[in-house]
């Protein structure tokens, strides 16, 4: 129960950090000039790798979610 409530509680924090950073770029038109000058095309290609790391962070965190649930179904039904 106190599992639950707790993970609850992440996905209601997590909720709300990701409406406030997705509402806040709404209005702008463009986040990043990659141009050539003061180093806007460095600084679009940085986000752009830590954008594609972090997408690779959540879906190999999601697939060991799964894969530790899958583990502990199978070692329930064994019972």
């Known amino acids: 129960m ?3 409530i707790r993970n609850l509680t992440v996905l209601a924090v997590s909720a709300v950090i990701a409406l406030a950073l997705i ?5 702008a038109q463009q ?3 990659a141009g050539k000058e003061h180093g806007g095309g ?3 290609f940085v986000l752009f790798t830590a954008l594609v790391g972090l ?3 959540v ?3 999601m697939d060991r979610v799964r894969r530790r649930r899958e583990a502990e179904r199978e070692r329930e039904s064994q019972r």
């Open 2 to 4: 106190i599992r639950r």
């Open 23 to 27: 509402a806040q770029p709404v209005a």
């Open 31 to 33: 986040l990043v000039d």
């Open 42 to 44: 460095a600084t679009a």
């Open 55 to 57: 997408t690779f962070a």
């Open 59 to 61: 879906l190999f965190a």
